[in-house]
Every structure is written in C-alpha cells, then in structure tokens.
C-alpha cells in the first residue's frame, strides 16, 4: 500500500468521527479494549499526560508538549483532528510519524482490523500508542478525542489528569447540560492520579469535586491557584502573561508564541499541571519552561490558533467552532484594530449554529461557504438561518472561492477573518 492508499482506506473504511459525526461514534471501550489487548498494552510502556475539556484542550496540549521536549524528554504528543496531514496527529518532539509507519501498522493489523472493526479513531489511538511504546518516549501528552469516560484514549494511567474547561459542545453525544458534560470529561479523572481543572466554573465544579472525592485523589483548581495580572504583546510580537500565585518562573517573563488573548485561561492550566509535574519529571526547569512556553507553536507544528496568514489586509484564521470557542474568537476580534471585517464563515451542522451566529458581529460583511466535508451546512442553509440574526453576505460553493473573494474586496486597513469550523480553517492553512 501507498501512504494515499492506507489514508483512503483508514477514511473510508473506518468512518471518522469529524467527518461524518454522530453516526461514526462508538460510545464504549470494547474495540479500544480488544487492540489494547492485542498490541500487548503499549500504553503501559510510557508515561502519560491525559488532557480533555471543551475547548483549549489542544493548545494546553501542544504547551505541556513543547515545555517536555525542551526540558530534554523524548515526548509523543497524540491530538485531534488534524488540520492537513493525519501524521499531525502524532508526533514526537514535534515530528510527525513517518508515512511509513502509517503505512506499516494498517499492513501488518488488517486481519485484526478486519475481526475486530475498529473505528477510525480507535485504530489511530492503537497506532499512537503501539508508535510510542516502540519509539520509547519517556512521556506522551494524549489529548482526549471526545468526552472522557468513554473515549478510546482512557485506557491510560496517566501522571496526570487535565481538564481545561467545560462548555456545551455535541449536546447530542455527551449530554445537553454542563453536568452532564463535566460527568463525561470527569471521567478522566482516576484514583491517586492528581487532577487540574483549568476553570472552576460553580455551575458544573461540584461534578469533579465529587468525582476526585470518589477516586481518592487531588483536584487543583489552576484559576483558584493562578490569576493573570496583566498581559500585552512584546517587541516580538509573542504574549506576555504577568502571572500572581505560586509559580516555578518569575511572574513577569511568561511569554507564549500562540496568538488570541484567550490564551490566558490556557497558560493557567498549563503552569498549574507544570507545578504538578516537576516533582515527576525534575528536568523541567523554570528556564525550560520559559523556553518551551515562548516556541511552543514553533516546536510543536500548532497551527489554526488565531494564526496571522497575511497582513495588509490583515488575515487570520482561528479554529474555534462552539458557542465558547467563537465567544472567545468574537472577543478578540474587537481587540484587533481594522476598517472593516470580512468573515469567511463554515458550519458544520450538528453544532449549536444559532448559539454561534447569535454571537457575531453584524457590521461585518460574511462569505458563506461550507468545507469539504459531509457534515458540513451548505453554505445556502447557513446564509438563510443567518439572515435571522441581521448577518448580510453571499454564498460561495468553497472556502476558497470564499476566502479569495474576501481577500479582493477587502482594503490595507481592513480585517479577513476565516473560521466557524475546523475544516473551513484547515482549508486555508
């Protein structure tokens, strides 16, 4: 087999998740059970970091990664989805797995493959975690695929367990409630593995209290713990955080390389996990963790994170796709100085689209458009449900007949804003 052959073979055969949805969730570990079995438990080979929670749980990821990696630790770093190229979706010190082990794990494991019918995402985890074991990592940042409890992922022991956030993201798999959302993420959560949560929002933190109290472990509350005092951008255009609590570097010299002033809530997160994870990895110096902070989009191949694609106009393209993640966005939109704002904008349809066009901006002129994917709106349907909330725009067939479009119209002073989905952004990255 090819590397394209083994792609289209992993995409059509195995139906993935963030194509097709609901339709491709498996919401029990008996297949994940069954290969973890047959690869001889390689998860237990390495150490591990499990990371889950509605939105920022990538960037929180990519940063634990990159401050691992630069302490000196040979560290895998397993997320989803990826943007281009499925090997982004498992890497170690920021490289990707070569074609050919892809290409390889699909050959050798068809029969089981075959007996066991394993979902798309069930087999990348068994590949993630078989590629780990046999690289040898020492850690293995593992990002949650969907939820928690019953995510192939949590099969892990991890050293510890992190959750960013919660918000109300596919209501119709994990439950129409932050309750009932933080039940599935708390799942991570396992006895004598301390736990961080990133924002202890009062409507849904009794969910992880009682959960840690269930298990017997620690759960430490990174908002509670850390606050950010101020913040701004330095001559080399990274963010700084001025940071007041108990921390391993000085409180003024946190600068991170990921763009959007949402990154505060991540860095947080991070810095109270780094305080966890010093006395189990003692090569994490404050100088590592500076280092790591200041290149971890560099290092790690993060993109999509309100990344600067061009200037003049100015364009930016950002991945967040719920009510959260576009709040966020919206926020930092007005933050960004512009003339006018052009919005190439794609929707997937089994997201909260309302909650999110009830959130955009109506002085911006829209380009609606639709990503490559099945479960993407047609960018007619977005159009007609966004006229509702006094959003003006036309269609276009793909996103970049959109993004072109938007680029030409657009002036020097002006602001090109591409997202509403992951694979509007990945199309243009």
Same mark, same amino acid.
């Given at each position: 087999?090819?590397?394209?052959?083994?792609?289209?073979?992993?995409?059509?055969?195995?139906?993935?998740?963030?194509?097709?949805?609901?339709?491709?969730?498996?919401?029990?570990?008996?297949?994940?059970?069954?290969?973890?079995?047959?690869?001889?438990?390689?998860?237990?080979?390495?150490?591990?970091?499990?990371?889950?929670?509605?939105?920022?749980?990538?960037?929180?990821?990519?940063?634990?990664?990159?401050?691992?990696?630069?302490?000196?630790?040979?560290? =895998? $770093?397993?997320?989803?989805?990826? %943007?281009? &190229?499925?090997? !982004?979706? #498992?890497?170690?010190?920021?490289?990707? *797995?070569?074609?050919?082990?892809?290409?390889?794990?699909?050959?050798?494991?068809?029969?089981?493959?075959?007996?066991?019918?394993?979902?798309?995402?069930?087999?990348?985890?068994?590949?993630?975690?078989?590629?780990?074991?046999?690289?040898?990592?020492?850690?293995?940042?593992?990002?949650?695929?969907?939820?928690?409890?019953?995510?192939?992922?949590?099969?892990?022991?991890?050293?510890?367990?992190?959750?960013?956030?919660? =918000? $109300?993201?596919?209501?119709?798999? %994990?439950? &129409?409630?932050? !309750?009932? #959302?933080?039940?599935?993420?708390?799942? *991570?959560?396992?006895?004598?593995?301390?736990?961080?949560?990133?924002?202890?929002?009062?409507?849904?933190?009794?969910?992880?209290?009682?959960?840690?109290?269930?298990?017997?472990?620690?759960?430490?509350?990174?908002?509670?713990?850390?606050?950010?005092?101020?913040?701004?951008?330095?001559?080399?255009?990274?963010?700084?955080?001025?940071?007041?609590?108990?921390?391993?570097?000085?409180?003024?010299?946190?600068?991170?390389?990921?763009?959007?002033?949402?990154?505060?809530?991540?860095?947080?997160?991070?810095?109270?996990?780094?305080?966890?994870?010093?006395?189990?990895?003692?090569?994490?110096?404050?100088?590592?963790?500076?280092?790591?902070l200041s290149s971890a989009a560099q290092n790690t191949g993060l993109k999509g994170r309100w990344q600067i694609l061009g200037i003049n106009p100015l364009v930016?393209?950002?991945?967040?796709?719920?009510?959260?993640?576009?709040?966020?966005?919206?926020?930092?939109?007005?933050?960004?100085?512009?003339?006018?704002?052009?919005?190439?904008?794609?929707?997937?349809?089994?997201?909260?689209?309302?909650?999110?066009?009830?959130?955009?901006?109506?002085?911006?002129?829209?380009?609606?458009?639709?990503?490559?994917?099945?479960?993407?709106?047609?960018?007619?349907?977005?159009?007609?449900?966004?006229?509702?909330?006094?959003?003006?725009?036309?269609?276009?067939?793909?996103?970049?007949?959109?993004?072109?479009?938007?680029?030409?119209?657009?002036?020097?002073?002006?602001?090109?804003?591409?997202?509403?989905?992951?694979?509007?952004?990945?199309?243009?990255?």
């Amino acid at each position: 087999m090819t590397y394209q052959e083994t792609l289209d073979y992993l995409f059509s055969q195995l139906p993935m998740f963030q194509r097709l949805g609901k339709a491709a969730y498996k919401a029990d570990l008996v297949n994940t059970l069954a290969l973890d079995e047959h690869f001889n438990h390689s998860h237990r080979q390495f150490k591990s970091i499990h990371v889950a929670g509605t939105n920022g749980k990538g960037s929180t990821s990519h940063m634990l990664a990159a401050v691992l990696s630069q302490a000196g630790y040979r560290v =895998g $770093l397993y997320t989803s989805p990826h %943007l281009k &190229d499925f090997r !982004e979706r #498992i890497k170690i010190n920021g490289q990707p *797995i070569p074609e050919e082990e892809v290409v390889l794990f699909v050959e050798n494991n068809k029969a089981i493959f075959k007996q066991i019918r394993p979902s798309f995402f069930e087999m990348t985890v068994a590949l993630a975690f078989d590629y780990f074991a046999r690289e040898k990592v020492d850690v293995a940042v593992v990002e949650v695929g969907l939820g928690g409890r019953l995510d192939s992922t949590n099969i892990i022991t991890p050293e510890l367990s992190v959750i960013t956030n919660i =918000g $109300l993201d596919h209501t119709d798999l %994990l439950g &129409d409630t932050l !309750e009932k #959302i933080a039940f599935e993420k708390a799942g *991570i959560i396992k006895p004598n593995v301390p736990a961080v949560l990133g924002e202890s929002n009062p409507a849904y933190l009794h969910v992880f209290t009682t959960k840690a109290k269930e298990v017997g472990t620690s759960l430490i509350l990174a908002d509670r713990m850390l606050t950010v005092e101020d913040h701004g951008f330095s001559s080399n255009g990274r963010q700084w955080f001025r940071i007041n609590g108990p921390l391993l570097v000085a409180r003024d010299q946190v600068e991170i390389d990921l763009g959007g002033a949402y990154q505060e809530h991540n860095i947080l997160t991070v810095l109270a996990a780094i305080q966890i994870l010093v006395d189990r990895f003692p090569r994490v110096s404050p100088a590592a963790v500076l280092q790591g902070l200041s290149s971890a989009a560099q290092n790690t191949g993060l993109k999509g994170r309100w990344q600067i694609l061009g200037i003049n106009p100015l364009v930016v393209c950002d991945t967040g796709h719920n009510v959260d993640g576009i709040g966020y966005v919206v926020k930092q939109l007005e933050l960004t100085p512009h003339r006018k704002l052009h919005f190439v904008l794609g929707m997937v349809s089994d997201k909260d689209v309302r909650g999110v066009l009830g959130l955009l901006p109506k002085s911006a002129t829209y380009y609606f458009t639709k990503a490559s994917i099945p479960r993407a709106m047609s960018e007619t349907t977005l159009k007609e449900l966004a006229s509702g909330f006094d959003l003006i725009g036309a269609c276009y067939p793909n996103v970049l007949e959109a993004f072109n479009a938007a680029k030409i119209n657009a002036e020097p002073n002006d602001l090109v804003f591409i997202g509403g989905s992951t694979f509007v952004v990945a199309e243009v990255v």
